[in-house]
């Protein structure tokens, strides 16, 4: 494998996808896809769906996807994770003979909250690397919700649940963006004085959504989250907390 195209597909909708993507896709002469267990075969039906329409003639080839030792710290449980899949790209192509870019599909964008980059860093030989950006979780939650990321000259954090666990809110805040936080970590927050709009399957004919002050709407959203994961086996989601001065009001309104 010389050349390795890591293409945005952005959060579910085939939409998302850039004219640069669909060209990427075009041209590749190979596809690798995931598959993540039986729960999750429609997170590969989406990239397959994806492909079609793009009306791509890349051959197709498949590689399970590990899973994580729950076992181990956390750093280490990812590195393991990451160097296994490295691995495991490497094996679905070694005994197909490639002759031009190998693709591989990213849920929403390379360079965020995706660790497809670090993995291919573990590739020997190490392949040219092209990165074809898609739509982000952020985009597309702010997008669904029809609001403004930042308030005025003001500024956003992007963080993760683990980190809001650990640390909590980041000192000072106006806006966070809380990626991958399947503990629901809002909830253990100190609610007063903040909104949320939080969704999942964002782009998605699955889409949920859901908003308001957080002390008024943790619990409906707990609830929401744990009975669509049960439904679809499965669950990306993402949310926006922004500080609310003086009353509860929709901050969005203020922008």
């Known amino acids: 494998m010389d050349d390795l195209w890591l293409v945005g597909i952005g959060t579910g909708s085939p939409s ?4 640069a993507g669909v060209n990427a896709l075009r041209d590749a002469a190979l596809i690798l896809v995931p598959r993540k267990g039986a729960e999750k075969d429609d997170l590969a039906e989406i990239r397959h769906r994806i492909i079609a329409e793009t009306g791509s003639k890349a051959r197709i080839v498949h590689f399970e996807y590990p899973v ?7 750093q280490e449980r990812v590195k393991h994770w990451h160097d296994e899949i490295a691995r495991r790209w490497q094996a679905a192509l070694a005994d197909v003979d490639v002759t031009g870019p190998v693709a591989l599909l990213v849920w929403g964008d390379p360079s965020l909250y995706d660790s497809t980059l670090r993995i291919a860093e573990r590739l020997d030989p190490a392949p040219r690397v092209r990165v074809i950006p898609g739509i982000t979780a952020i985009q597309a939650l702010t997008a669904a919700h029809a609001i403004p990321l930042n308030s005025v000259n003001g500024a956003v954090t ?3 649940g683990l980190r809001l666990r650990t640390d909590g809110l980041p000192t000072n805040a106006e806006t966070i963006v809380v990626m991958l936080d399947g503990l629901c970590t809002f909830r253990d927050l100190a609610p007063e004085g903040w909104y949320i709009w939080w969704g999942a399957y964002l782009g ?6 859901a908003k308001g002050a957080l002390p008024e709407v943790a619990d409906r959203i707990v609830r929401l989250r744990a009975d669509a994961r049960r439904r679809h086996g499965w669950i990306m989601d993402s949310y926006i907390l922004k500080r609310v001065e003086g009353s509860l009001r929709n901050p969005a309104q203020d922008h």
Request: aromatic share 4%; glycine share 0%; no cysteine.
């Open 16 to 19: 998302h996808i850039t004219l």
């Open 158 to 160: 992007i963080t993760t």
């Open 204 to 209: 998605s004919d699955q889409q949920i959504l």
């Open 68 to 74: 994580r030792d729950a076992e181990l710290p956390y």
